[in-house]
């Protein structure tokens, strides 16, 4: 595994390029947006840890170019803790935001996690959690084996959730993945329907099963398939 870490501040770099190096991992790192673009074009690189308060271009604008023709998995690194920070770059293309200051073993648990989903691949078209399956194909769901009906529009935010585990899905993403480009600010269609979705499968709005609610920012699917 290879991973590139841009940020300016250089006790950072350091604490996270030991950590990471201590467990068989290669570690590149830069100090500002264009030098991390840069090594992007021209190195291998499995996982990008950003900063996003940059000297020239910031965080926000290096994801922006990032994502026009990579889809590397990116962490972003911020001392901002406000949901709009979050929201927007999570929107431009990132795969998941921790907060300055962070304990080690959670950045690694995210790593693990963006890890995870990146290498899943898609292998076959149906998807088994814990009592759940989804067959993307066939645009089935059942549950405990027993098939459960949905309405188009409860199918379509489902399979945007389950195909997206452990990733923090923005309202704005999931308005527009499920009603569509017009769409990003209707936020109660989205807690009406998701409402809806959790009475079906059973799931506990405040212990969640399968759906997380990040308050303020959207939803997360809590598990990762068993099988696929």
């Known amino acids: 595994m290879r991973v590139l870490i841009v940020d300016d501040d250089s006790q950072i770099l350091r604490a996270v390029g ?17 030098a991390g673009l840069e090594t992007l074009r021209t190195e291998p690189v499995d996982l990008f840890i950003l900063d996003l308060g940059l000297p020239g271009i910031d965080g926000h604008e290096v994801i922006h170019r990032l994502r026009t023709w990579s889809q590397v998995p990116v962490i972003v690194l911020s001392v901002h803790e406000a949901h709009q920070e979050k929201i927007a770059a999570l929107d431009e293309g990132a795969d998941d935001y921790v907060v300055k200051p962070f304990a080690m073993e959670e950045l690694l648990a995210r790593i693990r996690a963006v890890r995870r989903r990146s ?37 379509r935010l489902l399979e ?12 704005r993403w999931l308005l527009q993945e499920v009603w569509g480009p017009n769409y990003g600010e209707e936020s109660q269609y989205l807690r009406v329907y998701v409402r809806q979705l959790r ?16 308050p303020g920012l959207g939803y997360r699917w809590k598990e990762e398939p068993v099988h696929r």
């Open 160 to 171: 945007a959730m389950a195909t997206h585990p452990g990733k923090l899905l923005t309202h």
């Open 18 to 34: 030991t950590s990471l190096r201590a467990r068989g991992i290669e570690v590149l790192t830069d100090m500002d947006g264009e």
């Open 199 to 214: 009475q079906k499968l059973g799931d506990d709005p405040v212990r969640g099963r399968f759906i997380l609610t990040e």
């Open 119 to 155: 290498e899943s691949g898609d292998t076959s078209s149906i998807l088994r959690f814990a009592g759940l399956e989804l067959d993307l194909a066939r645009q089935s769901v059942s549950l405990e084996g027993d098939r459960i009906h949905l309405t188009p529009t409860e199918y």
